[in-house]
């Protein structure tokens, strides 16, 4: 990333994908290589996020989402927001205008989608243009007042409203020594959780942070790292990892004890994630 004067990072710029005649639902495909970073920016549409293969890791100031394949993320207008991939991704997406999601979560939210979205969005998007290419963008614009492309974008609005939110989402704090306590711990989730130990490396008690990260995340700190190692699995399994190997990795006494968790948490055992 590149920086400003004085040496901080630029401020979050606003991508432009739409001029104000474009259609209401413009599209774009992207190929991406592993650990790909787009970095923070913002859309003056309200974005659908989908990668037909790989996953994503996408992050706003408070907030980390995981986007596997069988997932889709609704980022709101001018919502700043950074994405990096995880392994090769297909990364489809979809800008909608304002005046066509009533309805719709005003915050950033992971949906599950259904076949027939994911059918719809892989033929909207399989010619889309991407980004950067000026050229290309106009003339997919073109193409779509003369195709059957008004009647796919009447199928995907209506899709989308039966899409069911799931929580793949894992809060972070407001303060700078919390927020890196959760880089530390992201860094390596296999180690072992030690709140007293990780208290007094801040200088608190462990009633301390226990408060504090409750105020901060509405999680306690235990909880809080259960939903990140729930989130890297998900990640890890959808890249093809074995069971074995993810609930090793990931701290856990045996693939049984991770596979209950995951389990109960998310209603279905990890070998359904996996890619």
Known sequence: MSESKGGLPPAPHEIKVADADAPAMVTRRRLLQPDFHIPPHWHARTQFLFGASGVMRVGTPRRLWIVPPTRALWIPAHVVHEIRMSGSVDMRTLYIDAEHIAGMPDDCAVLDMTPLMRELIVRVTADAPS???????????????????????????????????????????????????CARVLADLAEPLDTQAYAAGLGISSKTLYRRFLSETGLTFVRWLQQAKLLEA????????????????????????????????????PKTYRG
């Open 131 to 181: 980004v950067q290419d000026a050229a290309a963008v106009q003339a997919a614009a073109d193409a779509a007042r003369d195709s059957d492309y008004p009647l796919l974008t009447t199928l995907i609005l209506a899709e989308l409203r039966r899409l069911q939110s799931c929580g793949f989402d894992l809060p972070l704090p407001e303060s700078a020594d919390l927020r890196a306590l």
């Open 234 to 269: 998900v990640r890890r399994l959808a890249e093809g990892q074995t069971v074995t190997t993810v609930a090793l990795d990931l701290g856990y006494q045996s693939p049984s004890a991770f596979t209950a968790m995951f389990h109960r948490t998310l209603g279905s055992p």
